[in-house]
């Protein structure tokens, strides 16, 4: 089997408003969670997922997303070690998105919302139906 391969595509409900912050570095990040449901035969399961964005797309993530929207996200699986601060070491397991398309019909404000071609990082001005 040639290479390797990571790509996770999940679809969710935000559990909390996204947040955001400019590195020292000066690179953006957007931060939020999304709940992913499962069902099962015997029960429906709920997992929490850990959502990372980067520059641009961070910046459409914070400016669009709210608790409780619905979301399909697409990027990479990523494992990182840290220290806490309590100087133990910790393993944080996220996803590193690349791509990001809202889910719901109408804003509540009655508009469509974003274009699904910002939503990627294109320079497309034509409009996109939903």
């Known amino acids: 089997m040639p290479g ?7 679809v969710g409900n935000l559990t909390k408003d996204p947040a955001t912050k400019t590195l020292g570095s000066g690179q953006t990040v957007c931060k939020f969670s999304i709940a ?11 997992m929490f997922v850990e959502i990372v964005a980067w520059e641009k797309l961070a910046d459409l993530c914070q400016q669009y997303l709210k608790k409780g929207r619905s979301v399909l996200v697409e990027g990479r699986l990523a494992i990182r070690s840290y220290e806490d601060k309590d100087g133990a070491k910790r393993k944080a397991t996220e996803v590193v ?7 719901d019909k109408k804003d509540d404000d009655g508009s469509t919302g974003v274009r699904q071609a910002d939503l990627y990082g294109e320079q497309d001005d034509s409009e996109i139906p939903f």
């Open 4 to 10: 390797n391969y990571n790509r996770v595509i999940l």
């Open 36 to 46: 992913v449901n499962r069902r099962t035969k015997t029960t429906d399961e709920t």
């Open 97 to 103: 998105i690349d791509a990001m398309q809202m889910l």
